[in-house]
């Protein structure tokens, strides 16, 4: 029934509307790419979800460490005492009774140390997620930005280039009206046309999917941004990579490696006796009697407990066989995302050039092929051909400078740096 209740009330939760963004929580965009990151992050739902956590680990620490300081506890009870039997009349006494106690933990085996080294290293775990969860919020937004930015582009590209090339039939329509052109060649000339038309469809759905990404970091809908400022270089990019064992998500596993091995030893203590020095005061209820004071070590040892302390240990050694495995395969994974990252870079580096020299070269055949249609030397499918071949160029040369910059972000997200770059306060 319980469980039902609570079921219940989860889908109640989750049956409510989000609830939306403030209107000062827009993000400034004409400050540029940098500070707008930054803001987002700043705006994130996740981001501060993850600071709120950091705080509360922080609280933990001082949770834990309360068990190696002196404790000071008290007691009181109202009421009365009826004594009753015996030949005698009954008596009774009323009053109020109380106790004043003092303790000091002396040993438990490391127990409580443990607790604390546990505490404070999912403390630093959080604060890793927290900077983890930073550099992909602005790593995330920044790639919204720049498809935004590129299907844009493409379009823009597209549509004149189209453009160029209607009117260019136009003109050959004509020619072919007087038997200059072959009206066969002007079909096929069409045909070539319209399935390049057909990617608008396409480019379009990728700039509706990059503007609902947008909103959701910057919360606004532009129909169009520019192409972002680069916050750093390939050359910056490629040093980044030498140190990505300073990654937050790495640190973050490695504070929980380190949080689980505390969880260990403590789990071990649990099977030692603990000691613990005690004084202690208290008061009667009867007027009559004397107050009782009390000093002395307490020793507590539990023999049996039904397995839980067994249960405990063994669910601690699985939880470091658990992330000693998680880390080792994050170093693996991140060690080879930025490997082929700095690949792909490189790549592009050498082939940024030939695109734009083939732009030329696209642009140059073109601007012939039109010039020699009128005497022959060209036809109208090499003149389309050429116009198409010059827009795949200018299209590649966007598509290039987009994943560069993605490239370039990502990088710097994975390596822990995005968040310095865009000057995110810790």
């Known amino acids: 029934m319980e469980i039902a209740d609570m079921r219940a009330a989860v889908d109640a939760r989750l049956a409510q509307d989000v609830a939306p963004q403030p209107q000062d929580a827009t993000v400034p965009l004409s400050e540029g790419f940098a500070p707008a990151l930054r803001a987002a992050v700043a705006a994130n739902a996740r981001y501060r979800s993850a600071a709120a956590r950091e705080r509360e680990a922080a609280e933990r620490i001082g949770v834990a460490a309360s068990a190696l300081r002196p404790a000071l506890s008290g007691d009181a009870n109202i009421g009365a005492i009826r004594e009753t039997g015996g030949r005698g009349p009954s008596t009774s006494n009323a009053g109020i009774a109380g106790g004043l106690t003092v303790s000091q933990l002396v040993y438990d085996a490391g127990g409580t140390e443990a607790a604390v080294n546990r505490a404070t290293a999912e403390a630093v775990a959080a604060i890793a997620d927290r900077l983890a969860a930073g550099n992909e919020v602005a790593l995330n937004a920044g790639r919204a930005w720049i498809d935004l930015w590129q299907y844009s582009e493409r379009l823009r590209l597209l549509r004149g280039r189209t453009s160029d090339m209607d009117m260019l039939l136009t003109q050959i329509e004509r020619l072919s009206s007087t038997g200059m052109v072959d009206r066969a060649s002007l079909d096929a000339a ?56 300073r990654a937050p998500d790495l640190q973050r596993e490695a504070a929980q490696l380190l949080a689980a091995q505390a969880a260990l030893v403590e789990a071990n203590a649990a099977f030692q006796p603990r000691a613990r020095l005690q004084a202690g005061i208290r008061t009667p209820l009867e007027r009559e009697e004397s107050t009782d004071l009390t000093v002395g070590l307490m020793l507590d040892y539990s023999f049996s407990d039904g397995g839980r302390r067994a249960r405990q240990l063994n669910a601690a050694r699985e939880r470091v066989t658990a992330q000693e495995a998680r880390l080792e395969d994050l170093q693996r994974e991140l060690m080879a995302e930025l490997e082929g990252a700095d690949t792909q870079l490189a790549s592009i580096e050498r082939s940024l050039p030939l695109v734009v020299r083939k732009i030329e070269l696209s642009r140059s055949e073109a601007e012939t092929a039109q010039s020699q249609i009128l005497t022959g030397q060209s036809s109208v499918r090499q003149v389309v051909e050429a116009e198409i071949e010059a827009y795949r160029a200018e299209d590649q040369r966007v598509v290039l400078a987009a994943e560069r910059q993605s490239l370039l972000l990502t990088v710097a997200a994975r390596t822990g740096e995005l968040r310095a770059l865009i000057a995110l306060q810790e």
């Open 190 to 245: 069409r045909r070539q046309i319209v399935d390049i038309s057909l990617e608008e469809t396409r480019l379009e759905a990728g700039l509706d999917e990059a503007r609902s990404r947008f909103a959701r970091f910057f919360n606004a809908r532009p129909s169009e941004v520019g192409q972002p400022a680069a916050i750093l270089s390939v050359d910056e990019a490629r040093r980044m990579t030498r140190n990505w064992q």
